[in-house]
């Protein structure tokens, strides 16, 4: 399995990006997918996640109401899109593949995410 994220840039605060990852292989559709990211000096965080259909979606509080996670398993490829940007959200964001594909009330863990793209820059400014 290959995931390859695009999309990142420079954009200027309030102004919206849409992250995409493309999957390699036949068994896209039968696994959740998550988005993570990765600001300078801070541990990898979870941003949201979606299940194999697309019917459920998980977001981390901080991007809440503002960035929205969907997936197309025809074109094997996830989105993310990002309303609303703040200097905050600037990080490397990584997309991944969800071993487990169900939520609870908390953010998933990183561990149970078994195959990661390379991650594409988001940089928001002031």
């Known amino acids: 399995v290959q995931l390859q994220a695009s999309g990142g840039g420079l954009v200027q605060a309030g102004g919206s990006l849409r992250l995409s990852c493309a999957a390699s292989?036949?068994?896209?559709?039968?696994?959740?997918m998550g988005w993570f990211r990765q600001a300078p000096g801070e541990e990898r965080e979870f941003v949201a996640g979606?299940?194999?259909?697309?019917?459920?979606?998980f977001y981390a509080d901080s991007v809440k109401g503002r960035f929205t996670i969907s997936r197309d398993n025809a074109k094997n490829t996830v989105y993310l899109q990002m309303n609303s940007l703040k200097r905050e959200d600037t990080a490397v964001y990584y997309c991944?593949?969800?071993?487990?594909?169900?939520?609870?009330?908390?953010?998933?863990?990183?561990?149970?995410?078994?195959?990661w793209g390379q991650g594409t820059l988001v940089t928001v400014s002031s």
């Open positions: 991944a593949r969800d071993r487990v594909g169900y939520y609870g009330l908390r953010s998933p863990d990183s561990s149970r995410f078994d195959y």
């Open positions: 292989g036949s068994t896209f559709s039968s696994y959740a």
């Open positions: 979606i299940t194999w259909s697309g019917a459920v979606t």
